[in-house]
């Protein structure tokens, strides 16, 4: 499986909260909204879930990919 960075919904969903724009395109977002809503939390939750959730104990012929 592989996973690419693209728009998550967070920064919708969280940005307001932050007084930020909440539908910034990617290219005009702020270093916070980069960081933290568009890049670095999505996939790190994906991958946490991923792991506790013991995905690669149920099918240890999978591998993923982050690019």
């Known amino acids: 499986m592989t996973f690419h960075i ?3 919904g967070y920064n919708e969903l969280l940005s307001v909260h932050w007084g ?3 539908n910034p395109s990617s290219h005009q977002q702020s270093a916070f909204q980069w960081t933290s809503f568009y890049g670095d ?9 991923l792991t506790f959730m013991n995905f690669f104990g149920r099918f240890p012929n999978i591998r993923v990919m982050s690019v």
């Not at 939390?41 to 879930?49: D, E, F, R």
Request: hydrophobic letters at 25%; proline letters at 13%.
């Open 41 to 49: 939390l999505p996939i790190m939750q994906t991958i946490s879930g």
């Open 20 to 22: 930020e724009d909440p």
């Open 6 to 8: 693209s728009e998550s």
